[in-house]
């Protein structure tokens, strides 16, 4: 059973930087196309970057682009999130979304394409 964990999440100023982590247990995440979303209160949850079991393609949401960078380490089986220049519309819930498909799709519209989810990890940016 695959089971997901972010961690990472917490309070920081703006510009700060916050560095998530997802890590994974029971199997290897090797062949996993995985991605992060995101939920503020009363938004509807929203693709951030996702990146491919291959770790060459990523893709990542426009209001994120040119500050957040995914990656992933497969030999500690742990996926990435540095996440710099922190503004407070990035506060949210973070969570970590893995999907396990022959030509897997690098999607941020579709969050019920990705079918193992972890709990989430707040991130706050406040003054």
């Known amino acids: 059973q695959l089971q997901l964990v972010e961690s990472g999440g917490g309070l920081v100023q703006p510009g700060g930087s916050l560095r998530l982590s997802c890590a994974a247990s029971?199997?290897?995440?090797?062949?996993?196309?995985i991605a992060w979303f995101r939920q503020a209160p009363g938004k509807e949850r929203e693709g951030v970057s996702c990146i491919a079991s291959s770790g060459v393609s990523t893709n990542y949401a426009d209001s994120v682009k040119g500050r957040f960078t995914i990656s992933r380490d497969n030999a500690k089986n742990t996926v990435y999130l540095q996440m710099n220049s922190l503004k407070p519309e990035d506060t949210a819930i973070y969570y970590c979304?893995?999907?396990?498909?022959?030509?897997?799709?690098?999607?941020?519209?579709?969050?019920?394409?990705?079918?193992?989810w972890g709990q989430g990890t707040q991130v706050t940016v406040s003054s």
């Open positions: 979304a893995a999907e396990l498909r022959v030509f897997a799709r690098c999607v941020l519209d579709r969050p019920e394409y990705f079918r193992s």
């Open positions: 029971g199997f290897t995440l090797d062949y996993y196309t």
